[in-house]
Every structure is written in structure tokens, then in C-alpha cells.
């Protein structure tokens, strides 16, 4: 059984900083594809920067340069590093992951939410002009 848990969402102002955590528990962690996704209320979910089985990393045109994802194997914990926040990073951030093996295309930075069958509960993320 696979369990993520999101911590670190917090209120900031323009030019803060933010780094949240996804605990993971449940087998074959290095073996998965991760990633963060955001949604804003009234709108879709989207892909912000994932990890895959092989350390492909990709992100969002809105999260290049700013932020970054890492993966802590000791611990089975993903980070996501965010720099620069600005009021249109305002949504709440989620954590997950994908099936133990199975392939995903972040690492050109295509975000499928089909690619991944866990997800957390999320973790909120505001920020104040």
C-alpha cells in the first residue's frame, strides 16, 4: 500500500521561498515515477516537476528556473524547492506517484495525470503581493 504525505505549504510573499515535502511509504520508491501537481479552485490540476524511474527530471514552463525537484532515496522523501514565488503560484501542491516500473514522460516535461495512481492530500501554497 502506497501512502504520500505532503508537508511545508505556508504563507509568503512575492520573492519567498518554499520547500515542501512528500513522505513516501510503501514499496519500490526508487523504482517509481514522482511528481508535483497544483490546482487552483475552478481549475484543472496541472504538472509542475517530476522525477522518473531513471532521474529524468522535468518541469513547467512556469516552474523553470525557479524551482527544483530532488529526491532523497534514504529517506523516500521528494522535494520541491520553489524560489522566486510569485501570487500565481497561489494553489494547493500535491505529491505523487506512479506504478513501481512503469515509465512517464516528465523528463520532457509532459505531465499526465494518468501516469500517476497515488496521490497525497496536498499541502497549501499562498503567496502575497
Known amino acids: 500500500q502506497v501512502h504520500l504525505a505532503e508537508s511545508g505549504g505556508d504563507s509568503v510573499q512575492t520573492g519567498g521561498s518554499l520547500r515542501l515535502s512528500c513522505t513516501f511509504s510503501g514499496p519500490h520508491y526508487s523504482r517509481r515515477c514522482m511528481a508535483w501537481f497544483r490546482q487552483v479552485p475552478g481549475k484543472e490540476r496541472e504538472g509542475v516537476a517530476g522525477?522518473?524511474?531513471?532521474?529524468?527530471?522535468g518541469y513547467a514552463d512556469s516552474a523553470k528556473g525557479r524551482f527544483t525537484i530532488s529526491k532523497d532515496k534514504d529517506s523516500n522523501t521528494l522535494y520541491l524547492q520553489m524560489d522566486g514565488l510569485k501570487p500565481e503560484d497561489t494553489a494547493l501542491y500535491y505529491c505523487?506517484?506512479?506504478?513501481?516500473?512503469?515509465?512517464?514522460?516528465?523528463?520532457?516535461?509532459?505531465?499526465?495525470?494518468?501516469?500517476?495512481?497515488?496521490w497525497g492530500q496536498g499541502t497549501q501554497v499562498t503567496v502575497s503581493s
Open positions: 522525477i522518473d524511474r531513471d532521474e529524468g527530471i
Open positions: 505523487t506517484a506512479g506504478r513501481s516500473g512503469d515509465s512517464c514522460p516528465v523528463r520532457f516535461n509532459r505531465f499526465r495525470e494518468a501516469d500517476f495512481q497515488y
